[in-house]
Nanobody, 115 residues
Framework: QVQLVESGGGLVQAGGSLRLSCAAS????????MGWYRQAPGKQRELVAA???????NYADSVKGRFTISRDNAKNTVYLQMNSLKPEDTAVYYC?????????WGQGTQVTVSS
């Protein structure tokens, strides 16, 4: 079992920055991919960024060049640095972890970008 605890959401003006963190704990063997999804009101959940244990990354086109995902494998923690935030980035951001092909999810953290 993997428990994920997110932090770092909040309210920011357009053009500002936020950094999300997600720490994994519990009893597990190894975590492969970790990453972030987001869900805005009335919209489907979408992938924002993901990173494997080897450091390979994947980003949604809408965040490329603005968001950076990173990972500390020793701490089982994934980070999402979000720069040049736009109002359309407003959503609940969910951390996920893939441990032996089972997905675990955090409780979500609200990110609100005001115009």
């Amino acid at each position: 079992q993997v428990q994920l605890v997110e932090s770092g959401g909040g309210l920011v003006q357009a053009g500002g920055s936020l950094r999300l963190s997600c720490a994994a704990s519990g009893s597990f063997f190894s975590i492969n991919a970790m990453g972030w999804y987001r869900q805005a009101p009335g919209k489907q959940r979408e992938l924002v960024a993901a990173i494997t244990s080897a450091g390979s990354t994947n980003y949604a086109d809408s965040v490329k060049g603005r968001f950076t995902i990173s990972r500390d494998n020793a701490k089982n923690t994934v980070y999402l640095q979000m720069n040049s935030l736009k109002p359309e980035d407003t959503a609940v951001y969910y951390c996920y972890a893939d441990e032996r092909f089972v997905d675990y999810w955090g409780q979500g953290t609200q990110v609100t970008v005001s115009s």
